[in-house]
T-cell receptor
Framework: QKEVEQNSGPLSVPEGAIASLNCTYSDRGSQSFFWYRQYSGKSPELIMSIYSNGDKEDGRFTAQLNKASQYVSLLIRDSQPSDSATYLCAVNGGNQFYFGTGTSLTVIP | ETGVTQTPRHLVMGMTNKKSLKCEQHLGHNAMYWYKQSAKKPLELMFVYSLEERVENNSVPSRFSPECPNSSHLFLHLHTLQPEDSALYLC???????????FGPGTRLTVL
């Protein structure tokens, strides 16, 4: 059973702080990794994808991948109330996506 | 229309009804997916169509029946559903099965 594990939260951070979201996966053969954001009642939307070890930055978002530790994280700098959502980690291995249950983030004004 | 669209957005049906969900993608992708999202559970992949090949999750009950007439359209036919089938049903598409998936807005299904 290939698994993607996330802390379900809720994670609360004050506005302007850094939010750190973590994800671990079980399949060492996984090749690509994604973070999706899902607002309540809406569908998931892609934030970042990452394919190689290290950091990838896009605006206020940084994805970090460590394949040796089977760990991928998402950092959100200068968190805004509009970042309050559930963040889904997804891992692609063997041509199939595996999603975590998501981490609920609340940014407090 | 752009991206991935789904209709209807909301559906309430009785256990004896037959209904269909529709998905259309305008991205030129070659793979389309149906997912079920229930509260507090991971997204559950139900069916994949990729270059005319269908892959399914063997745990999906036969009361769910997919149809993919071409690479842009995907249907999910529903019949004799159960209340536990109430969930958000999401359609997604990708260029290939290894690529990023893009989701439609979903259909909120309630089975009475």
């Amino acid at each position: 059973q290939k698994e993607v594990e996330q802390n379900s939260g809720p994670l609360s951070v004050p506005e302007g702080a850094i939010a750190s979201l973590n994800c671990t996966y079980s399949d060492r053969g996984s090749q690509s990794f994604f973070w999706y954001r899902q607002y309540s009642g809406k569908s998931p939307e892609l934030i970042m994808s990452i394919y190689s070890n290290g950091d990838k930055e896009d605006g206020r978002f940084t994805a970090q991948l460590n394949k040796a530790s089977q760990y991928v994280s998402l950092l959100i700098r200068d968190s805004q109330p509009s970042d309050s959502a559930t963040y889904l980690c997804a891992v692609n291995g063997g041509n199939q996506f595996y999603f975590g249950t998501g981490t609920s983030l609340t940014v407090i004004p | 229309e752009t991206g991935v669209t789904q209709t209807p957005r909301h559906l309430v049906m009785g256990m004896t009804n037959k209904k269909s969900l529709k998905c259309e993608q305008h991205l030129g992708h070659n793979a389309m997916y149906w997912y079920k999202q229930s509260a507090k559970k991971p997204l559950e992949l139900m069916f994949v169509y990729s270059l005319e090949e269908r892959v399914e999750n063997n745990s999906v009950p036969s009361r769910f029946s997919p149809e993919c007439p071409n690479s842009s359209h995907l249907f999910l036919h529903l019949h004799t559903l159960q209340p536990e089938d109430s969930a958000l049903y999401l359609c997604a598409s990708s260029q290939s099965r290894a690529d990023t998936q893009y989701f439609g807005p979903g259909t909120r299904l309630t089975v009475l």
